[in-house]
């Protein structure tokens, strides 16, 4: 009979006795820092052109791994056009965030971890604050988004439309952002000609030393 060991200490797997399975445990990825915080913007102006919202980018020297990405409107002055298309884009290299028209996400600190022993995240972002950003140097920009929802721009004042943009299938190979690395979120249809609302984007991710 084989006996099959753990390469790292004296452990043996372990077989069910009826099923004769081998019991594992899932576990999350080795990490430096698990993240998920909530950003959100000014009040966007109504007939905002299409643009840039929001920016993330990981700056530290591992990678960053993409989980998950939640994008939402909560509306302050009522809409009277239907469905605007967000769509997220993959920035490889000659990536510099800029800050004309966008608001800093604080990260400092214990922002953001799912366990305070953590590391303080490598990530750096940025948010719209009445209309969309501009500065950015993203020339390694993919041409093809990752991720495009159609949200919906009620009439009612209050309502929050949100929707998942990315959402990570652990049976698949993830986003993996390398140093200088990151994304783009952008509105590729203009606002609506009336109508106020609030960007609300929560991001979810893993940072690493290598993957």
């Given at each position: 009979m084989a006996l099959i060991q753990s390469g790292a200490t004296t452990d043996l797997l372990t077989i069910d006795p009826t099923a004769k399975a081998a019991r594992t445990t899932i576990r999350p990825n080795e990490v430096t820092g698990s993240y998920r915080w909530t950003a959100i913007s000014g009040a966007i102006a109504a007939a905002t052109a299409a643009g840039v919202l929001f920016t993330w980018k990981y700056t530290g020297s591992g990678v960053a791994v993409l989980r998950r990405i939640d994008v939402g409107l909560q509306v302050t002055t009522?809409?009277?056009?239907?469905?605007?298309?967000?769509?997220?884009?993959?920035?490889?290299?000659?990536?510099?965030?800029?800050?004309?028209?966008?608001?800093?996400?604080?990260?400092?600190?214990?922002?953001g971890k799912k366990r305070t022993s953590h590391l303080t995240t490598n990530v750096s972002a940025f948010i719209c604050t009445t209309g969309g950003i501009t500065g950015d140097t993203a020339?390694?920009?993919?041409?093809?988004?990752?991720?495009?929802?159609?949200?919906?721009?009620?009439?009612?004042?209050?309502?929050?439309?949100?929707?998942?943009?990315?959402?990570?299938?652990?049976?698949?190979?993830?986003?993996?952002?390398?140093?200088?690395?990151?994304?783009?979120?952008?509105?590729?249809?203009?606002?609506?000609?009336?109508?106020?609302?609030?960007?609300i984007v929560t991001v979810e991710y893993d940072e690493m030393a290598a993957y």
């Open positions: 009522a809409y009277t056009q239907g469905g605007i298309r967000m769509s997220s884009y993959f920035v490889r290299t000659a990536f510099t965030q800029g800050s004309t028209g966008g608001t800093a996400v604080t990260l400092t600190g214990n922002t020339t390694g920009e993919d041409v093809a988004p990752f991720g495009s929802i159609v949200l919906n721009q009620p009439a009612n004042i209050g309502i929050v439309a949100s929707q998942i943009l990315y959402q990570d299938d652990p049976t698949d190979f993830p986003f993996v952002f390398a140093q200088n690395e990151g994304f783009r979120i952008k509105n590729d249809t203009a606002f609506a000609a009336t109508g106020v609302s609030n960007l």
